[in-house]
């Protein structure tokens, strides 16, 4: 099979609930690399539903760390005005909601109203696919009908893969009880919607890979399942640790504030995954991952 070596678009997709830290930064650097390298265009995404945890100050963060790093985009947001006036993802709520109810239409969701602690390690038991509670129920998510057993072609930059849905992902949350849609079908209609063909994201989000591609193959003219995706190495807070926006002594923000210039946040994730030498620029860790294109 031959690959593509040239995209259309990729993007970054901040959640804006804590402040940007290294890991995030690692990704829009690969990102931007990859961009270069394929010229694709990059879109700004700014994931910003999960109303209860995003707030005004990490959206404005997100702008920062990306001037204060030099990391480019073509499309999206210029800065926070805009961002609220246009891009918010709350501008493409009635996308979502025709996405819901094709999917309520083809009988492909089923109401749940099980509780987080009711379903232990993230992984659904089943609990409420044959009850038959109506969807139009009060303090219901929707969750969609998965078979466990569907094999699905995922297209990453060495070639074609094939897998099937992991525990976690099987009957996932496309609506939470809060009536706002999850972040599973959120990022599928946005990617086919900017016309996204490259997806670059950390290797612990290829569940949700998966996930996007099976939901995009249930949706007529969703173009997400034809999309490239590349997942890249995690920097580690501590052995089977991810960074989280909650570790403050990594966040860009923390780093600014103790006189940290980009070329020593650069080099320090460089360190982080075992280079020793500096690094000055998000280019030049495309030269020390060695990506695939």
């Known amino acids: 099979m031959q690959l593509h070596q040239t995209f259309n678009k990729t993007r970054l997709a ?7 830290h290294l890991g995030n930064v690692l990704s829009f650097a690969i990102t931007a690399a990859l961009a270069k390298k394929t010229n694709a265009k990059i879109l700004l995404r700014i994931d910003d539903l999960d109303r209860e945890r995003a707030a005004p100050q990490y959206v404005q963060d997100i702008f920062d760390t990306l001037h204060y790093l030099s990391i480019p ?9 805009q961002y609220e006036k246009q891009y918010s993802q709350l501008h493409r709520m009635e996308l ?7 999917l309520k239409e083809s009988g492909q969701v089923f109401a749940c109203e099980c509780s987080r602690t009711q379903v232990p390690d993230g992984v659904y038991p089943g609990t409420c696919r044959n009850k038959g509670l109506p969807l139009d129920q009060g303090n219901v998510s ?11 072609s995922i297209q990453t930059l060495t070639g074609e893969e094939k897998a099937t849905l992991p525990p976690s992902m099987q009957n996932f949350v496309v609506r939470k009880k809060d009536g706002f849609p999850a972040y599973q079908l959120t990022s599928v209609i946005d990617d086919h919607y900017f016309g996204v063909d490259l997806i670059v994201r950390g290797e612990d989000l290829w569940p949700s890979t998966i996930a996007q591609n099976y939901l995009s193959a249930l949706l007529p003219e969703n173009t997400f399942q034809y999309s490239t995706s590349y997942h890249h190495p995690l920097l580690l807070e501590a052995p089977d640790k991810k960074l989280s926006k909650s570790a403050g002594a990594t966040s860009i923000q923390f780093l600014r504030k103790e006189g940290k210039q ?5 080099t320090m994730i460089a360190q982080m995954l075992g280079y020793e030498q500096p690094v000055k620029d998000w280019e030049s860790i495309m030269e020390l991952i060695k990506i695939p294109v």
Not at 73 to 81: H, I, R, S, V
Not at 142 to 152: M, P, S, V
């Open 73 to 81: 985009w073509d499309e999206g947001p210029a800065d926070y005005a």
């Open 142 to 152: 929707w969750r969609l009908r998965t078979d466990a057993t569907k094999e699905i």
């Open 262 to 266: 980009p070329a020593d946040i650069y």
């Open 14 to 20: 901040p959640t804006p609930s804590g402040f940007l």
């Open 96 to 102: 979502y909601r025709a996405a819901l109810q094709q």
